[in-house]
């Protein structure tokens, strides 16, 4: 059997964690630079605020119906699914995390076990030991335990846990369940079916398999089979990363190339920082600008620069190096950018790896300084030691104007009670 785990409305349920006052209150969090709606609560949704909404368009709504409104809190959101997913692990090691609030579970040799009262039991630890609220389906297949999930999330008599262990259950678990909403089926693919009187995920599996393979492929049919009771998808244990890319929009649009190549070394540094925490060398490195595409009363321009490294490294320094003389070559003058961005490819493992006859740089004590640079900005703050090149500037910074604090990472930012304003 499978599970899925699906944290409710985390963005907005990581907000009210540490702030009680939020309980029950219309919340929103914004995308990049204060843009867009990207997650919203329960009482949100029942406001009709849309996903993806400006959000200039809802300062009506945020405004009568007193919504909670916050910036993207990244650094807090991605500790506390660090959190969720660690208590999970201690109950089920089997995991693949499939995202910052979703992971899939394999309860292999648990038959002898009851299902229900272990998933309950990882739903009330999991909950108390963070206040994130979560949803568990559990199911033969990978698919199937999202189809659960979803019932456990939209139904509350199931406590948070939904199991479809049964023939029966599983076939009106589907007649339930719309087609578009089946994981695997975007889009395109749902305006086809519905096109073709497939309306839910139980219409889509009374096909045949051979009708499934010609309309959507080998991948719909593994989908067809999957609901259908039969596993494909296997639990995948992550491995590193075969690619790395760090990139903003710009809280303004800048016009000139030193901050925007001050954010490029940031984007640089960073991705060094990934590459060294996964003990692997990147071959390759990717520059690109762009100017914004929707002022469109303005000229636009896009480019990008890919470079071989001489040797493979994931030392920052390097990578800055390597990025400012990409940006140079492909920045214009005369445009207002928006965003820029590093990608790292060709990425191999740290050990063995192939050097230059020709290479001069003093790789052991870059290496070096690069482990004491990492274990300073450990133990005291994310970029405390930084290279010069990523210099302090403020102008390429995303707009984040209702961030929250980073309660759980930054030492300043934990919340203090004062016991002598408790009333007992």
């Not at 979803?150 to 339930?176: H, M, N, T, W």
């Not at 305006?191 to 045949?208: E, G, I, M, P």
């Not at 071989?308 to 003058?333: R, W």
Request: proline fraction near 4%; include cysteine.
């Amino acid at each position: 059997m499978y599970g899925l785990i699906d944290c409710n409305n985390f963005y907005a349920s990581c907000e009210r964690v540490f702030n009680p006052l939020l309980a029950r209150k219309p919340i929103v969090v914004l995308s990049n630079n204060d843009g867009c709606v990207i997650a919203r609560s329960n009482e949100a949704k029942a406001l009709g605020i849309p996903m993806g909404e400006p959000a200039f368009k809802l300062k009506e709504v945020i405004e009568s119906h007193n919504v909670a409104v916050f910036s993207s809190n990244y650094t807090l959101y991605g500790d506390m699914s660090q959190r969720v997913m660690t208590i999970i692990s201690s109950f089920v090691p089997d995991m693949e995390i499939y995202s910052i609030d979703e992971v899939f579970l394999k309860f292999e040799g648990y038959e002898n076990i009851d299902l229900r009262e272990l998933g309950l039991k990882i739903v009330r630890t999991t909950t108390k030991g963070t206040g994130i609220p979560l949803s568990l389906g559990i199911a033969p297949t990978k698919t199937l335990a999202k189809v659960a999930s979803k019932f456990a999330k939209k139904y509350p008599d199931y406590k948070g846990v939904c199991i479809i262990d049964s023939e029966i259950k599983r076939e009106k678990a589907l007649q339930l369940f719309a087609i578009e909403d089946v994981w695997g089926i975007g889009r395109r693919y749902a305006k086809k079916l519905h096109y073709h009187s497939v309306n839910t995920a139980w219409d889509f599996t009374q096909k045949s398999k051979s009708w499934v393979r010609s309309l959507m492929g080998v991948v719909g049919e593994r989908t067809w089979m999957e609901l259908n009771g039969t596993p494909c998808f296997r639990l995948e244990v992550q491995g590193a990363k075969k690619s790395i890319c760090t990139s903003r929009s710009f809280g303004e649009q800048l016009t000139e190339i030193n901050p925007i190549s001050e954010a490029v070394a940031n984007f640089a540094a960073s991705c060094g920082e990934k590459l060294r925490k996964q003990h692997s060398l990147a071959h390759s490195l990717m520059v690109f600008i762009h100017t914004n595409p929707y002022a469109t009363n303005k000229s636009q321009y896009y480019n990008q620069i890919l470079m071989q490294l001489p040797v493979p490294t994931n030392d920052s320094t390097e990578l800055i190096k390597y990025a400012g003389q990409g940006l140079k070559k492909i920045f214009l003058p005369g445009f207002s950018y928006k965003k820029a961005g590093v990608i790292i490819t060709e990425i191999v493992p740290e050990r063995p790896v192939q050097t230059n006859l020709f290479d001069e740089r003093n790789r052991e004590k870059y290496n070096t300084a690069m482990k004491v640079m990492d274990s300073l900005n450990a133990s005291y703050g994310n970029r405390k030691v930084r290279i010069a090149t990523q210099g302090f500037g403020r102008k390429w910074k995303l707009k984040n104007e209702k961030l929250s604090p980073c309660y759980t990472t930054r030492l300043s930012d934990i919340l203090v009670v004062n016991a002598n304003e408790i009333p007992f």
